[in-house]
């Protein structure tokens, strides 16, 4: 060290100018800085090796956050995207709609006495109605309360063991006759009920909820029979499977049980103005849940295509829109290896659908849904809903929402894919055309039995047309050939029941369904190969195909006016506006 500082030293010219001991001291001076650089060397290659560690693992998490982060994204989108909780598009009408319902139960009762006078003539008249009760589940859970539909046509009173009694006065013409004098029985409150329940409405309250005379509690029964003026009118009552009380029953009054249900059931199949505006908002209810269902099937599909197992021959690859109707009997289906969480269920479609209908304040469904996918559509009231939906298979949804007791009622069918494969285009145009040609047809003093007619012509011919029957037209409605694909009518009536009051001929303010169906039903298409007949005029290469398909049904709710009808059902059914949707446009 001392002789490389001799050479600077020489070499700047400066020898012999600095003493021995500063000499000394830059030498320590250079070691120790050797030494501090030698040291920092060592060390920087672990500090590069730490950084890097610690970045990566940063990265890695960040990774795994995102992931898990777009992971509940896409699950959220697949369900909520079109419905935010506790958003609506109908919330308004819905708020609107509640103002005047009480004083469409009103006008019911007011429209019965007013049927009645023109039978019963100028006689005083007492109609007496027994609601339902609480039905046991199990143990001390009780089933949800739905009460009787005729109950619920003349009050709105939705509560158990509530009665109610009409007191049509007697009158003398020309004298006008007096409007009717509702008094509604309700159980009289207990502590306990208040404890368990919450707030008991007192008389006075409920005389103004339901808009009635009076409100009296059940107890009060003999006090009420008291003041009713002599002679004492006849009772009429319905048969609704609940009991007059005894106080009347053992009482000089006579009773007529038999006369009120003919009455009522004609008055409640003309819909009022009020009942028409509550079942054309139950239908945008319910039709847009279809609409949200079938969006949030596409999502899924699009997001997650592995969810879905396919039922196509092994080297169809999962995702294609290979025709799943060319698979046969010969080719088993093929059930979900396991029971991933990642597969899409029919429940699930259920689930939602009914979701859908409870954030626009429709708690209740008309009758359980009916999701059933592949197979499973060929079964008319299918309800374990417990399948995984195949990539190919067609979903028949056939699902409405309840308001105020009374009933929508849509089905639609829809390609989980999001497209028809060439097949089931065929098969679901068959129906569609079936549909439209009876819709056409609907107007007053057009009967049930007319309607029917058409549908199993129309059906037979466009079955024939597409080659899936043979023999000519009438031989095969001769055979009634079209019950082997579709064993059931045409439609049915709607209103506080999903299968309301019974009509024979149309008329204006009806208010029914539309329902043809294409089912290829295992049962019914063995009991046609065992008619000899019958299967000689079935293109049996092409109906096997179709096995796997399941059924096809295409169901509306219409409105019968005077010139013909009003369409309430608003969500598409023909195949573009379907497959648009599906696709995230506007159909």
Known sequence: ???????????????????????????????????????????????????????????????????????????????????????????????????????????????????????????????FLVGNKEVTRNNDVTFDFRQDSTFLYLTGANMPEYSVAIYSPAFAPPDPPPA??????????????????????????????????????????????SRLPSPPPTVYSCNNGNPLPSLILNSTLYVNSTYLDGLINTARTVKSAQEVSLLLLLNKISSYAHESLMKAVAARVSASPSSFPSDAPSSTVTGDTTDAAQQTDDEPVQEPSNTSDSYLYEYELESYFKYLSGVCGARDQAYPPIIGSGPNGAVLHYIAND???????????????????YASDISRTFPVNGKFSPSQTVAYNIVRQTQMDVIAAVRPDVSWATLNTLTRTALTSYMQREGLLKCDVPTLLNLNMSTYFLPHSVGHTLGLDVHDTTVVTLRAGNVITIEPGLYFNDYLLQTAQNNTRVASCVSWDRIDAYRNTGGI???????????????MTTVPSDIPSIQALMAGQNP
């Open 1 to 127: 060290m001392i002789s490389q500082i001799h050479n600077q030293q020489q070499k700047s010219g400066k020898t012999g100018q600095r003493p021995v001991v500063v000499a000394l001291y830059d030498v320590r001076r250079m070691e120790t800085e050797d030494l501090l650089a030698n040291k920092q060397a060592r060390r920087r290659p672990l500090f590069h090796a730490f950084f890097l560690a610690g970045a990566g693992l940063v990265l890695v998490v960040t990774i795994v956050v995102l992931s898990v982060l777009l992971a509940q994204a896409h699950r959220t989108k697949d369900y909520n995207a079109n419905t935010p909780m506790s958003e609506c598009p109908w919330s308004d009408e819905l708020d609107a709609l509640k103002e005047v319902t009480y004083s469409m139960w009103r006008t019911s009762r007011v429209n019965l006495a007013t049927r009645a006078r023109t039978q019963l003539g100028q006689d005083a008249s007492l109609f």
């Open 553 to 567: 049904r295409i169901e509306d709710d219409l409105l019968v006016t005077s010139t013909g009808y009003q369409m």
């Open 180 to 225: 009717p004098i509702t008094t509604l029985f309700v159980p009289a409150p207990t502590d306990r009920y208040a404890v368990w329940y919450g707030n008991v409405f007192n008389k006075l309250e409920l005389k103004a909820k339901y808009d009635v005379n009076e409100v009296m509690y059940t107890n009060e029964l003999e006090l009420y029979l």
């Open 387 to 405: 399948r995984a939906l195949r990539i190919n298979d067609l979903v028949l949804v056939d699902a409405g929402a309840e308001y105020l007791g």
